[in-house]
C-alpha cells in the first residue's frame, strides 16, 4: 500500500497541499477527485516523486520514499508503472518497440525475455495484432491500451493512471476502466487514478478521495458516495438533474443489498462509539 502522512506542498506563497493524509489500498482502484485547482495533480506528483514535498511523509510499504536517496528511489520506481493521459507513446517506434522500452530502460532480460514478456502484455491488451503498427496508425483507444502494456511490462506493484479516458468516446472509456480493474485485481497492485470521470468513479472506485482546496474533503467507496451527506462532495459528483436522480436509482439498488447494509449499520455504530 502507499500511505500519505500529513503531505504539505506549496509554491512560493501559495500552500497547495495542506496536510493531506491517505491510504491507497492494495489490489484496489483508488480514486483521486476533485475540481480543478483542487490539488489532486500536485498531489500524484508528489507520490510518485516527480515533486518533493514541503513537509510529511509518503510511505511505500512502510518505506519511507522521501527520506531515500536517488539510488534508493530508483529500485522502488522500477515496481512503478505510469500510464500518462496522453499516452505518452513514442512516434518513431512501433508499438512492440513502445512497450519494451522500460526493459530495454532497466535492462531486464535477454532480447527473447524481453519479446515474451512484451507479447503477454499486448496479448492481455487485446493488441497483438498491432505489435508492428506505428501510433500514427492505431485509434487513441489503442493507444491508451498501448500505454496500458506498457505501463504493466515490469510487473508493477503501483499503478497511476492520469486521466486515463482523457479524449475517448464512452463506450472506449468503459473499457479501459474494466481493463485496469481486472489488472488490479489480477496483480493485486496499488492502482492510483486521476480522473474527472463520473463513470470512472461509480464503477471503479473502491476507494475515492474528494479534494477540496488542497485539503482531503471525503473519503470512502463509490457505494458509499451514494449515501454521502457531504454538500461539497455532492454538489461536485451530482451537479446536474439527470446525476441526480440517477444517485436515487442507484440508492435503491444498492439498499437492497443486505450484506451492504450491514456494513453501514457497523461503520454508524463504531461511528457513534457503540
Same mark, same amino acid.
Given at each position: 500500500?502507499?500511505?500519505?502522512?500529513?503531505?504539505?506542498k506549496g509554491f512560493a506563497d501559495k500552500e497547495i497541499l495542506k496536510g493531506v493524509s491517505a491510504v491507497m489500498e492494495s489490489g484496489k482502484v483508488n480514486l483521486i477527485i476533485g475540481a480543478s *485547482?483542487?490539488?489532486? #495533480?500536485? $498531489?500524484?506528483?508528489?507520490?510518485? +516523486?516527480?515533486? *518533493?514535498?514541503?513537509?510529511?511523509?509518503?510511505?511505500?510499504? /512502510?518505506?519511507?520514499?522521501?527520506?531515500?536517496?536517488? &539510488? =534508493?528511489?530508483?529500485?522502488? %520506481?522500477?515496481?512503478?508503472? $505510469?500510464?500518462?493521459?496522453?499516452?505518452?507513446?513514442? !512516434?518513431?517506434?512501433?508499438? =512492440? @518497440?513502445?512497450?519494451?522500452?522500460?526493459?530495454?530502460?532497466? *535492462? &531486464? *532480460? #535477454?532480447?527473447? !525475455?524481453?519479446?515474451?514478456?512484451?507479447?503477454?502484455?499486448? =496479448?492481455?491488451?487485446?493488441?497483438?495484432?498491432?505489435?508492428?503498427?506505428?501510433?500514427?496508425?492505431?485509434?487513441?483507444? $489503442?493507444?491508451? %491500451?498501448?500505454?496500458?502494456? %506498457?505501463?504493466?511490462?515490469?510487473?508493477?506493484?503501483?499503478?497511476?493512471?492520469?486521466?486515463?479516458?482523457?479524449?475517448?468516446?464512452? @463506450?472506449?472509456?468503459?473499457?479501459?476502466?474494466?481493463?485496469? #480493474?481486472?489488472? #488490479?485485481?489480477?496483480?493485486?497492485?496499488?492502482?492510483?487514478?486521476n480522473t474527472h470521470d463520473m463513470n470512472t468513479v461509480m464503477e471503479s472506485g473502491d476507494h475515492i478521495v474528494y479534494m477540496y482546496q488542497g485539503q482531503k474533503q471525503w473519503e470512502g467507496s463509490? &457505494?458509499?458516495?451514494?449515501?454521502?451527506?457531504?454538500? &461539497?462532495?455532492?454538489?461536485?459528483?451530482?451537479?446536474?438533474?439527470?446525476?441526480?436522480?440517477?444517485?436515487?436509482?442507484?440508492?435503491?439498488?444498492?439498499?437492497?443489498? /443486505?450484506?451492504? %447494509?450491514?456494513?453501514?449499520?457497523?461503520? =454508524? +455504530? /463504531?461511528?457513534?462509539?457503540?
Open positions: 500500500m502507499i500511505e500519505l502522512q500529513d503531505i504539505k *485547482g483542487s490539488g489532486k #495533480t500536485v $498531489m500524484m506528483k508528489c507520490i510518485v +516523486g516527480l515533486m *518533493g514535498v514541503g513537509s510529511g511523509k509518503i510511505l511505500y510499504d /512502510n518505506q519511507d520514499f522521501t527520506a531515500m536517496d536517488d &539510488k =534508493e528511489k530508483k529500485v522502488v %520506481r522500477q515496481e512503478i508503472g $505510469m500510464l500518462f493521459q496522453g499516452s505518452a507513446l513514442f !512516434d518513431s517506434m512501433t508499438v =512492440e @518497440q513502445n512497450v519494451m522500452f522500460p526493459l530495454d530502460m532497466f *535492462g &531486464k *532480460g #535477454t532480447l527473447r !525475455d524481453k519479446k515474451k514478456r512484451v507479447a503477454e502484455c499486448l =496479448e492481455r491488451v487485446q493488441l497483438m495484432e498491432a505489435a508492428k503498427k506505428f501510433p500514427a496508425e492505431i485509434s487513441g483507444g $489503442m493507444k491508451k %491500451r498501448v500505454g496500458i502494456a %506498457r505501463a504493466i511490462v515490469l510487473n508493477p506493484k503501483y499503478l497511476f493512471c492520469d486521466e486515463p479516458n482523457s479524449g475517448l468516446d464512452p @463506450q472506449t472509456s468503459l473499457l479501459i476502466d474494466k481493463l485496469i #480493474t481486472e489488472l #488490479t485485481k489480477e496483480y493485486n497492485i496499488t492502482t492510483v487514478i463509490n &457505494k458509499d458516495i451514494i449515501f454521502s451527506k457531504d454538500q &461539497k462532495l455532492n454538489d461536485f459528483i451530482f451537479a446536474s438533474e439527470f446525476l441526480r436522480e440517477a444517485k436515487e436509482m442507484r440508492q435503491l439498488d444498492i439498499f437492497k443489498d /443486505n450484506k451492504w %447494509r450491514d456494513q453501514l449499520k457497523n461503520k =454508524e +455504530g /463504531n461511528a457513534s462509539g457503540k
